[in-house]
Structure formats: structure tokens, C-alpha cells
């Protein structure tokens, strides 16, 4: 008897439990977001994504949509009522509005948040992309990411076997080897693919030799830019070397970029530093067009110095944009916040974030990869845009894609490798510390300055010019202004010191 009142006790216990789980409110957050089809009306109501969303977090989005052809205006707008949306996507993080509003307070500094890894591991993120969309030292928002640092190396896999080189280098020597014998290949082929951008290229060799990404900080705290780095020169001769041995097109500052492509297709020149998602662009054009059945590109990994460090330029600053928790949410609201926050970087947030729900939004093969229309062809585009809309413009994707991937057509899968090397490179990127500081100089005056030091470097590789002119011109580029720059960096960076 007394079994059956406990057990019965505990029944009653457990039902009490579940009604009162039942029965407790959702936590709303307000959301303001980009529209990408604001021709198509949103699914508001009965929604299965937001269903999935409020049953796996107890979260209920009320989502505010603003055009994104004039999200800004609409932006500048919202900032201006008497209570502002919990989260608001501000797309551009180092403009006026993010930076004003920030510094009057309209934002909670989520500063320690991010640092607290293991309250919230999926914030973590990357310490040089918060550093970039820092404000006065201070972290107001999670950077919404974007492929970091995306920047690297890639060859033709056949022609390096063809000469003779079989390992993927792991070091600049080893990629010295590489572009030499790359260069000895043919006498009317290239190693290196140049054209008229030359920026990517450069920047790539100088601070995979240990030069800063812009501007560099010495044990003073004082800025200098890139080309007071011995590296820096070093990288501007890697590629001198080169072009001296017939490794580069002599004429690869009159070739348009448009052609950048091209010259690879036409089996013309067989290296490129450049954004490596080019290398699986370039392998599936070779697959569609040319019937080549195998692996026939190859991405370079770390590149380990002669004192064994490894460092590599960042071809973006590794975000666009950030999410932002408005003073609307309450001190003692925001830890539950930004745990949702970290939810929604998680694979399943992510997956609902970007996809949403199977078979509705997305649907999955028998080994279980996803499509993004049913296997009989059914076009539910409009279906998808209606339901799944742009709610991922509230996706940050900090750990990396965590989604299911992608059913491909093509016979390698160099997406993959990509992908994976964009997280195995981002602990060695290069941020440029002094991202988030403005100089006047630099806003008046920068492209002119930049130029300089750029087709100084170009001429240099292309000999047309020595070391002397090359060292002339950087002496303009401080009289002319970048003297001035250094001061104002300077002043920037050591008043975030005090």
C-alpha cells in the first residue's frame, strides 16, 4: 500500500511539473533583420521553423523585416524609437551608426560574454575577428562570419607530379621547390598565375614570410607598416626570383583580372595565391568542361617559416556584420540571450537558422545529404522563401558550417577540404590591428598613399626597378603622408592601452 501512494505521490508530482512546463511563457525576443525577398510575404503565423526554433530553445522570434536594399535607412530609423529590438543585425560593423550608438550606450557590452568559453563555447569565435569589430577596446556585438581567412595557395596537382613533385609543401622552402620546378615545366607556361591585381599575391608571400597584414605593432606599442618588415622584402623577392626564372608572366600587370581565370583553363600557368575556393571552382569547370575524371588541384596547408611559425594573410576581416543586443534586454535577461545566441551557432540552431526543417525547407538523400528541392524535381522555391525567408541573416556560424552538407554532382569534393582548411588556417591569420581605428590621413588621403607603395612593389618584382628605387618610393610614401598615418595609429592604439 504504501508503494502504491508513493508511487502514485510521484506521478502526481511529475504531471505537476509538466503542466507548469506547459503552461510557462515562451521568452520573446524582438528581431530586426535584412529581407532579401521582400516581394514574398513571410510565414509568420504557424511557422514550422519558428515552431522548431521555440520548441528546442523555448525562444519565440517576433521578427521585424526591413528591405535590405534599404535596410539602412530603415536602420538609421529603429535607432531612433523610444524601444529598440533586442537583436538587430547591423550589417555594416565599423560604420557611423554601430560606432555612435555603441559608444552612447545603446548596446550591452558583451564583451566578457564572448571571453566566457565555456558558458558559451559556440561565441568563442575568432580573438582577431572580434579584435576587428571591436569599438574603443570593447565587444558590442557577434560577428556575423564569413570564410576566414579564405586567402591561400593552390597548384595543379598532375603538373607538380609531372615535374616531379609529389608531396603537398609544408614549408616555404618545400614551396620554393614547387614553384621552380613549376617554372621549368614548359617554355611558354607560367609557375605562378600574376595579372593586374597584384595585391592578393603579395600580400599572401609577405606574411606567409612573417611580414604584419598592413600595419604591424613593435615591442615600443608603436605602429609601423608592413614594409618596414625585413619579411616583407623577403616575400617581394620570393616572387622577383621567380619572375627572373620565367616563373611569371613578364607582362602580368597589363593582364586584366577577367582573364585571371582564363589563363588557368588555357593550361597556361599553374599556381595561384588567391582565395582557395577558386581551386574547386576551377576543378569542377575542369570536370564539366575538359572530362577530367580526377583530382587535378591541390590546396596548400600551414607553410612553416625556418623557425617552424606559421602565419597567413586573412583575405577578408573575417565577418560581415554583427549581431547586436540592444539596453532593451535586461541585465538580468542577457545571459539567457546570448545563450541563445550560442544556441543558434550550434549545429542544430544552425541548421534551422540557414535550412530549416526537413522535407519543408530542405530535404535529405538516403545517405543523407541535403538537397535544396525534392529528388522528383518539385520546384519549392516559393514554399521555401515563404517559410524559411532570410532568417539567415540571424546566422553567425562562429564554430564553422556545422550544417548537413550538400548533395554535389561533382567527382571530387574539394568544397569539403576547402571548408576544412579555412578552420585549420584561421589560428595562424594576420589581423591588422589597427582595423579598428581611424586615421584622417588614411581617410583622406590612403588610396593615393597605398598606391604608391603597391606599384613600387610591382615594379620591383618586374625589375623594372632595384632596391634602391623600391626604397625611394617608400620614403615618398611617408613624406607624402604615411609619417602622419603612423602617428595617428599610434595615437589610436596606445590610448585602447590606458
Not at 24 to 36: I, S, Y
Not at 39 to 61: C, H, K, S
Not at 173 to 197: F, H, I, K, P, Q
Not at 434 to 456: H, M, R, W
Amino acid at each position: 500500500m504504501k508503494k502504491l501512494v508513493s508511487l502514485l505521490l510521484a506521478l502526481a508530482m511529475m504531471l505537476s511539473l509538466m503542466s507548469f512546463a506547459a503552461a510557462e511563457e515562451p521568452f520573446v525576443l524582438t528581431v530586426m533583420l535584412p529581407d532579401f525577398y521582400p516581394t514574398v510575404d513571410f510565414q509568420a503565423q504557424d511557422n514550422p521553423v519558428l515552431q522548431a526554433i521555440e520548441e528546442a530553445t523555448g525562444v519565440r522570434l517576433d521578427i521585424r523585416w526591413a528591405a535590405n536594399s534599404t535596410y539602412g535607412d530603415a536602420l538609421n530609423t529603429t535607432l531612433t524609437d523610444a524601444v529598440l529590438p533586442n537583436l538587430i543585425v547591423m550589417t555594416d560593423a565599423r560604420g557611423t551608426t554601430m560606432v555612435n550608438n555603441a559608444r552612447a550606450g545603446a548596446f550591452h557590452d558583451l564583451t566578457e560574454y564572448v571571453k566566457d568559453t565555456e558558458t558559451y563555447p559556440n561565441l568563442a569565435g575568432s580573438e582577431g575577428v572580434y579584435n576587428n569589430i571591436s569599438i574603443d577596446g570593447r565587444i558590442y556585438g557577434v560577428y556575423r562570419t564569413r570564410a576566414y581567412p579564405r586567402a591561400g595557395i593552390y597548384y595543379r596537382k598532375d603538373i607538380a607530379e609531372a615535374v616531379g613533385i609529389t608531396k603537398v609543401p609544408e614549408t616555404l622552402d618545400e614551396l620554393t621547390a614547387l614553384a621552380e620546378a613549376l617554372a621549368g615545366y614548359s617554355s611558354d607556361t607560367y609557375a605562378l598565375n600574376m595579372c593586374s591585381y597584384t595585391e592578393g599575391t603579395i600580400n599572401v608571400i609577405t606574411v606567409a614570410f612573417g611580414a604584419p597584414n598592413t600595419w604591424g605593432i613593435n615591442e615600443n606599442g608603436e605602429v609601423y607598416p608592413a614594409h618596414e618588415s625585413p619579411a616583407y622584402l623577403e616575400g617581394l623577392n620570393w616572387l622577383r626570383h621567380l619572375c627572373e626564372i620565367g616563373g611569371i608572366d613578364p607582362n602580368f600587370a597589363t593582364i586584366d583580372s577577367t582573364q585571371w581565370d582564363n589563363i588557368e583553363r588555357t593550361n597556361k600557368a599553374f599556381m595561384r595565391f588567391d582565395c582557395l575556393d577558386n581551386a574547386y571552382r576551377q576543378q569542377e569547370w575542369f570536370e564539366n568542361n575538359a572530362g577530367v575524371t580526377e583530382q587535378i588541384f591541390e590546396m596548400v596547408g600551414p607553410l612553416q617559416k625556418a623557425d617552424g611559425t606559421v602565419s597567413v594573410w586573412p583575405q577578408n576581416a573575417g565577418f560581415s556584420g554583427e549581431i547586436v543586443v540592444t539596453k532593451s534586454v535586461k541585465e538580468e535577461d542577457l545571459p539567457r540571450v546570448m545563450k541563445f545566441l550560442d544556441w543558434v551557432n550550434g549545429a542544430e540552431g544552425q541548421m534551422l537558422i540557414n535550412w530549416g526543417v526537413a522535407d519543408v525547407t530542405y530535404w535529405l538523400t538516403e545517405d543523407g545529404y541535403r538537397l535544396t528541392s525534392p529528388e522528383d524535381g518539385t520546384d519549392m522555391s516559393l514554399q521555401v522563401q515563404t517559410i524559411q525567408h532570410s532568417l539567415n541573416q540571424l546566422g553567425m556560424n562562429l564554430p564553422g558550417d556545422l550544417c548537413i552538407p550538400l548533395k554535389t554532382n561533382y567527382l571530387t569534393d574539394l568544397r569539403a577540404r576547402y571548408t576544412e582548411l579555412n578552420t585549420i588556417l584561421a589560428p595562424y591569420a594576420v589581423t591588422d590591428p589597427c582595423y579598428p581605428f581611424v586615421s584622417e590621413t588614411n581617410v583622406a588621403f590612403g588610396s593615393q598613399l597605398k598606391t604608391i607603395i603597391t606599384d613600387a612593389a610591382v615594379q620591383y618584382i618586374a625589375g623594372i626597378i632595384d632596391e634602391d628605387g623600391l626604397r625611394a618610393a617608400w620614403q615618398q610614401w611617408y613624406d607624402e603622408g604615411g609619417a602622419l598615418m603612423i602617428q595617428e595609429y599610434t595615437a589610436a592604439y596606445q590610448a585602447t592601452l590606458q
